[in-house]
């Protein structure tokens, strides 16, 4: 026996989980280490066989084979979130029966640096394919993004948030609601699970942490977090280019209406419709022309038939004076002017008059005589952008050399 007080004087000066088992895999001996590691004291574990403790069905199988071919043997396992390389071999026991030795030695580092590391390999591989099937569309990349994420790691992907709403996922709508209330990349616990909040632009990625992977997780969302931006930004650009070719295909089409033979008032009801494309502020809109000091509405867009029959003296144009010469102007307080307007009734059934009425207002002059005046509408406080200002501007400076060549 005194072979077997030396192993156990060693195993207790061990830097690792150790123990001793009896050929029935019941443990015989365990050093503080393992009573650490186990998050249990020596009473609770001490003839109590290991698949009772750790509920791992294969250690006996796996001890069986030890004691038959008298062969160590190495194996993983996962104990209170820790990674462990397991040492199994044959001891002889005092009765002359083998029972089993064993050392745990923690890998928990290195298998969460290449558990990260294949993550984010992953993360990589699948943005950009999202990336490839995205067609410029942000919604599209990130949702095909968290389905390609949850096909390979169901147990991790949870729930993607957009603007604050639900859009994929698991509805657990008081999950949503404490997610809600979260504005950074934060952990938290719910139902007695941990779970990560990455916020990224106008989205909210929820996932679940096992506890093995928690150390990892803040490290992840801030990989996930830099490359799912940098993707962002170039469909941003790939939109901005989109966006670029249309406005330009738009003006070219209004260029070349000017070489068909139809009516002013034809060319801009077909200018009209070229303009609520690219302009994508606009809700409704509406043309007018100046004939004989009467302003006639002569194109609309979204607006009823009160306004497509309006007519207005010039005397009575109240954005006009707020405009300038082949200028372009959002007017901020337009509501004010449509509620002390004499047609205040017809303003206010077509919403005019709502502090939330906003208008991007292009005026086309030809010598001393306004002629065209064109109103882009929106009705939810909604600001245009610069670009929007600028394609209204290039349309305003065409139209007043195409009115000047038609000499209307």
């Not at 001890?63 to 993983?76: A, G, I, Y």
């Not at 938290?188 to 989205?203: H, L």
């Not at 003296?313 to 509501?335: C, F, H, Q, R, T």
Request: hydrophobic share 40%; charged share 30%; proline share 2%.
């Amino acid at each position: 026996m005194r072979y077997l007080y030396f192993l156990q004087q060693f195993f207790e000066r061990l830097p690792a989980p150790a123990f001793i088992k009896d050929n029935k895999g019941r443990f015989l001996w365990i050093n503080k280490e393992l009573e650490n590691a186990l998050e249990l004291t020596e009473d609770k574990i001490i003839g109590k066989r290991e698949v009772e403790i750790l509920d791992f069905e294969e250690i006996a199988e796996i001890d069986r084979k030890v004691m038959r071919s008298r062969r160590n043997h190495s194996h993983e396992i996962v104990v209170n979130g820790r990674h462990y390389s397991v040492q199994r071999m044959p001891i002889r026991l005092g009765d002359g029966n083998y029972g089993v030795a064993g050392v745990m030695f923690d890998i928990t580092q290195k298998v969460l640096e290449q558990t990260l590391y294949k993550l984010q390999n992953f993360v990589e591989e699948k943005i950009m394919e999202a990336l490839s099937e995205a067609d410029g569309d942000i919604v599209t990349f990130v949702t095909s993004f968290s389905r390609k994420f949850h096909a390979q790691y169901p147990h991790i992907a949870v729930v993607l948030l957009k603007d604050n709403e639900y859009l994929i996922g698991e509805k657990d709508e008081k999950l949503i609601a404490k997610v809600k209330e979260i504005d950074e990349v934060k952990s938290f616990v719910y139902e007695k699970k941990n779970y990560q909040v990455v916020p990224i632009d106008r989205f909210k990625f929820v996932v679940h942490v096992p506890e093995q992977y928690l150390t990892m997780a803040k490290a992840l969302a801030g990989f996930l977090g830099s490359h799912v931006l940098a993707a962002l930004k170039i469909l941003d650009n790939q939109k901005m280019y989109k966006d670029i070719i249309a406005k330009f295909d738009s003006i070219i089409k209004i260029i070349q209406l000017w070489n068909e033979k139809e009516s002013l008032e034809e060319y801009l009801k077909r200018m009209l419709d070229e303009l609520v494309k690219i302009i994508p502020e606009t809700q409704k809109a509406s043309v007018w022309l100046l004939e004989n000091d009467i302003y006639k509405c002569v194109a609309v867009y979204n607006y009823d038939e009160d306004v497509k029959n309006l007519i207005i003296k010039s005397s009575e144009d109240n954005y006009g004076p707020n405009i300038g010469e082949n200028n372009v102007v959002e007017l901020l307080e337009a509501y004010k002017l449509n509620r002390e307007s004499q047609y205040k009734d017809i303003w206010e059934r077509a919403g005019v008059t709502s502090p939330t009425f906003i208008p991007l207002v292009g005026s086309v002059k030809v010598g001393d005589k306004k002629l065209v005046i064109i109103s882009l509408d929106n009705f939810e406080g909604e600001r245009f952008s610069e670009s929007s200002k600028k394609v209204l501007q290039i349309f305003v400076e065409l139209l007043s050399l195409y009115i000047s060549s038609k000499k209307v």
